[in-house]
C-alpha cells in the first residue's frame, strides 16, 4: 500500500501577523491612576471569596494547589540563574522550559501561587511567590540592566532589536521564539505577586523590566516596530497599562501604546475582522491590553477593538464548548463545521477570552457576557483538568471519537499548562461583583461560594449551583440591616425564573441587561431560593444546520463512546429522527449527576450523555449529525462512503505537516533562512520563501513502504521556480507557469528542502 504525507505550502506577498487581568476594586490604594473609563461593577478582591469544599470547582482548586506545591521554584529558576551568571540549584524542566521559551512557566506559575494564597490563604504559596520574586531581584541586581530572563540568547536578540536590526519569520524575533511573550509572562507573574501577594520588591522588579523595555525601544521607527509586532508579543500592552496605573509613570503608558500593530489592532479598531485564520491566543491579549488602556485613559479607540473583538469572536468563532481555533487557529467567520479534530479549543484562547469578558463586564454588565463566562468556564476550562491528576489539556478535541490528552507533571511545560496553573487557582473572580452605586451586588456565577462584603459587614453564601439544581440557594448574613438590590443573571438557557425569599415568593424584575432585581432590606438569616428552568436543548453548528451539540442548562453534554478508539465509520452514530424536540429522545438517567441517555434515535447505537466536563479517560461524541428517517434514505450510502475515504486516508498517512502553523513548524523541526516568512490565502497557512531564500523541515517515513510525499503550494504570480531537496539531493525543479493550486505526489522523503 502506498504511504501519504501532507503538507500545505503558500507562497504570497503580504506576512503573516502573530501575535494580567486583574478586575478594578472600588478605591484601590494600590493604584495611582483610577479608572479614566466608566466602571459599572467592581470586583472583589479574590481573598474575600471562598470557594465552598466539596464541588467540582474545590476539586479543581484543590488538584491544581497540590500540584503546584509539588513543583520545585528553583528548578523553574534555572535559566534565569544562568543567564544572570548565577550558580543554578537544580536543572530547568522539560517540554518548553527547555527550550526557547523557557521561562514563561515561572510566570504562569508566580501568578498562580499569587492568585491560590488569596483564594485560600494558605501561606505556603505566599512563600513560594515571596522566594521566586527574592531571586529573580537576586537576577536582576547581577545583570544590571533591568532586565531579568532565560530565553536563550536574550541579551543579543534584545539587542539586535535596540538597533533596528530586527527579523521575523513569523514565530520568531532574531532567532528567538516569541521572546516579548515569555517577557510578559514574567512581568504578569511579578504584577500578580504584587496584586495578591502584596509583594513591594516585585512590582519594584516588574518596573526595572518596564524600564528596559523602555529603553529596547526607545530609538526605533514607528515602522521597525511594526517589523518586530509580526512576531507573538502576548500582553506586553497589558501588563505595562497596569503598571502605569499602579505607578503613575507615565513611561509605562507610552510604551504600552508601542504595541500597537496596525495589520490586527487597527483594523479591529475600525469594526474590521481581521482575525480571520490568524493565530488565537497571539490576538485576544492584544485586545486585553487595549482594554485595559481604555480603562485608565478613555481611549476610544482601544474601546473598539476590545470590544469589537469579542462580539467577533463570540459571534463568529466560538464551538460549543466556548473554546475556539482549530491548530491554534481561527477559521472563517461561521466555518467550524469542518473544522473538527483532535487540535480543537486551545485553552490559552479560552484563559484570555475570559480576562476579556471580566474586563467587559466590568464596564458594562450583561448576562451575556455572563452566559460567554459560565459556557467557557465550566465546559472548557474545567473540562481541561484530568479531576483525578490535576493535570492539564492543551486542546480539547471536538471531532467523533476525540479523547483529552493530559500534560505529565514535568516534561510537557507548554503554554497550556501555565495558563492551566491560573486556570484553577482563582474561580472566586468571576462570581461577584459590587454595583458602581454602591447599592448593588451583582451574581454574575452561580459557583457555591462565599463573599465577605466588608463595605456592608455582610457575607453573601451561594450553597448549590445550577449544575446540582434548578434551584440556586443563596443566604444572606449582615450584622445589621442593609439596604442594596441583589442582581442575580437570568442565563440565556432558563426559559423562566421565579425568586422566594425565607419561604415567600417574591416579585423580581428582570432589567434590560439581563438581570433579576431584588430590591429590599436585607436581615441576618434571610434566605433565597432563585429558581431557574433547566432544559435540553440543541445548538446547530452556524455553517452546519444537521450538526448539532446537545446541551442540559448550562452544561454541554458528551456521548460516552468507551475505552478504544472508536471505528471511524461504525463507532460513532449520528441521530436520526423527524422529532426536533430533544426532551422526546434524549431521557434522563440520574439528573443530580446530569446523565442521560439517547432513546431509539441513535444510529447504529443509543449512548449514554454525561457531562463534557466529566471525561478524562474515554473517547466522546460532542458533535452529532441530525438526520430525518427521509434525509437519511437518501444520504446514507454517501455519508458512510466519505468516512471510510476518511478512515483510509487517515491508515495511510504517516505524517501531515501543516507548513505556516507555529507547533506543527516546531515539532518538524523547520528551519529557514533569507527572506523566508509566514503567510496565508484562501483560508490556509503557508510559508513562502523569496530572494534565494529557503527552508528545510524533517517528515517521518516508511522504511517499510513505498512512500510518496504530496505537496500542497499556491502561487501568487505566474511565474515561480523554485527546487525540491530530499536529504540534500535534488529532486526536482518545480516551475508554476499558473496561478492555482497545485499537488504533487514525490517519492521518499527523509529530510526535506525546499530553495527558492
Known amino acids: 500500500m502506498k504511504k501519504f504525507l501532507f503538507i500545505d505550502i503558500l507562497c504570497l506577498h503580504t506576512f503573516f501577523s502573530f501575535a494580567q487581568s486583574y478586575i478594578p476594586v472600588r478605591n484601590d490604594s494600590r493604584f495611582k491612576i483610577k479608572p479614566v473609563a466608566l466602571v459599572e461593577a467592581y470586583g472583589f478582591n479574590l481573598s474575600d471569596v471562598r470557594i465552598q469544599p466539596g464541588t467540582i470547582f474545590a476539586n479543581a482548586e484543590l488538584k491544581d494547589s497540590a500540584y503546584l506545591l509539588t513543583l520545585e521554584p528553583n528548578r523553574l529558576l534555572s535559566r534565569f540563574y544562568k543567564n544572570a551568571h548565577l550558580p543554578t540549584k537544580g536543572k530547568e524542566y522539560g517540554g518548553w522550559e527547555s527550550e526557547g521559551l523557557s521561562g514563561h512557566t515561572l510566570g504562569h506559575y508566580l ?98 523590566m518596564a524600564d528596559w523595555t523602555n529603553n529596547i525601544l526607545k530609538n526605533l521607527t514607528d515602522e521597525q516596530i511594526q517589523k518586530m509586532l509580526h512576531c507573538e508579543y502576548g500582553g506586553m500592552n497589558d501588563v505595562l497599562a497596569y503598571l502605569y496605573a499602579i505607578t503613575g509613570n507615565k513611561d509605562y503608558l507610552n510604551v504600552a501604546n508601542k504595541f500597537y500593530d496596525n495589520f490586527v489592532m487597527e483594523p479591529l479598531s475600525r469594526h474590521e475582522d481581521s482575525l480571520q485564520y490568524k493565530h488565537a491566543n497571539t490576538n485576544i491579549p492584544k485586545g486585553i491590553g487595549a482594554e485595559s488602556i481604555y480603562i485608565w485613559c478613555g481611549s476610544e479607540r482601544d474601546s473598539a477593538i ?114 492551566g496553573m491560573e486556570n484553577h487557582s482563582k474561580y472566586g473572580e468571576c462570581i461577584f461583583y459590587e454595583g458602581k452605586d454602591v447599592n448593588s451586588l451583582y451574581v454574575n456565577m452561580f459557583i457555591p461560594a462565599t463573599l465577605n462584603w466588608r463595605d456592608r459587614q455582610a457575607k453573601i453564601t451561594i450553597t448549590s449551583s445550577e449544575l446540582e439544581s434548578d434551584d440556586i440557594l443563596i443566604s444572606v448574613d449582615v450584622k445589621k440591616a442593609e439596604d442594596f438590590t441583589l442582581k442575580l443573571r437570568k442565563p440565556h438557557w432558563s426559559t423562566g425564573y421565579s425568586v422566594t425569599i425565607n419561604g415567600k415568593e417574591t416579585n423580581a424584575i428582570l432589567d434590560n441587561d439581563g438581570f433579576v432585581n431584588i430590591k429590599r432590606t436585607w436581615h441576618a438569616g434571610d434566605k433565597i431560593i432563585y429558581s431557574l428552568k433547566r432544559t435540553l436543548y440543541a445548538e446547530a453548528m452556524p455553517d452546519n444546520k444537521k450538526r448539532i451539540a446537545l446541551f442540559y442548562g448550562p452544561v454541554l453534554l458528551a456521548g460516552n463512546l468507551g475505552d478504544t478508539v472508536p471505528d471511524p465509520v461504525l463507532g460513532t452514530p449520528v441521530l436520526l429522527t423527524n422529532d426536533q424536540k430533544v426532551s422526546d429522545w434524549v431521557k434522563p438517567v440520574n439528573v443530580k449527576n446530569l446523565l442521560f441517555k439517547t432513546s431509539g434515535v441513535g444510529q447504529p447505537f443509543d449512548t449514554d450523555l454525561q457531562p463534557f ?133 514525490i517519492t521518499k522523503s527523509m529530510h526535506c528542502l525546499l530553495n527558492l
Not at 327 to 332: L, Q, R, T
Not at 348 to 373: E, I, V, W
Request: charge should be negative; proline fraction near 3%.
Open 111 to 208: 501568578s498562580a501561587v499569587s492568585m491560590m494564597y488569596a483564594s485560600t490563604g494558605d501561606k505556603a504559596f505566599k512563600d513560594r511567590a515571596d522566594y521566586i520574586v527574592s531571586e529573580l531581584a537576586r537576577c536582576q541586581a547581577a545583570r544590571k540592566t533591568g532586565y531579568v530572563g532565560a530565553i536563550p540568547n536574550e541579551d543579543s536578540l534584545f539587542y539586535k532589536v535596540s538597533i533596528g536590526d530586527i527579523k521575523s519569520g513569523g514565530f520568531d524575533l532574531n532567532g528567538g521564539w516569541s521572546p516579548w511573550y515569555t517577557v510578559h509572562k514574567v512581568m504578569a507573574g511579578l504584577v500578580d505577586a504584587y496584586l495578591y501577594c502584596g509583594n513591594q520588591q516585585a512590582l519594584k522588579v516588574a518596573c526595572g
Open 613 to 745: 466536563y466529566s471525561y478524562y479517560d474515554k473517547h466522546y461524541m460532542v458533535y452529532w449529525d441530525f438526520f430525518t428517517p427521509s434525509e437519511w434514505a437518501g444520504r446514507k450510502a454517501e455519508y458512510f462512503a466519505a468516512r471510510e475515504r476518511e478512515k483510509e486516508l487517515d491508515a495511510r498517512s504517516i505524517d501531515i505537516f501543516r507548513i505556516g502553523e507555529m507547533q506543527p513548524e516546531r515539532d518538524h523541526n523547520l528551519t529557514a533562512s533569507g527572506e523566508s516568512y509566514v503567510s496565508d490565502a484562501f483560508g490556509k497557512h503557508g510559508r513562502e520563501a523569496r530572494s534565494g531564500g529557503e527552508f528545510s523541515f524533517d517528515m517521518k517515513v516508511d522504511e517499510t513502504a513505498a512512500d510518496s510525499l504530496v505537496v500542497t503550494y499556491i502561487g501568487a504570480d505566474k511565474s515561480r521556480k523554485f527546487d525540491i531537496l530530499i536529504d540534500g539531493k535534488l529532486l526536482l525543479t518545480e516551475r508554476l507557469l499558473m496561478i492555482k493550486p497545485a499537488m504533487n505526489f
Open 306 to 419: 476590545g470590544g469589537f473583538m469579542w462580539r467577533t469572536i463570540v459571534d463568529h468563532h466560538i464551538y460549543a464548548n466556548g473554546g475556539e481555533g482549530n491548530y491554534e487557529y481561527f477559521g472563517g467567520e461561521d466555518k467550524l463545521s469542518d473544522r473538527l479534530g483532535d487540535e480543537n479549543t486551545e485553552t490559552c484562547p479560552s484563559y484570555n477570552m475570559l480576562k476579556l469578558t471580566r474586563q467587559l463586564f466590568g464596564l458594562h454588565p450583561t448576562a451575556t457576557l455572563g452566559d460567554f463566562y459560565e459556557r467557557t468556564l465550566i465546559n472548557h476550562i474545567l473540562a481541561t483538568q484530568n479531576p483525578q491528576t490535576g493535570m492539564f489539556c492543551y486542546f480539547v478535541p471536538l471531532r467523533s471519537g476525540g479523547k483529552k490528552d493530559f500534560s505529565d507533571e514535568f516534561n510537557t511545560f507548554t503554554c497550556c499548562v501555565g495558563t
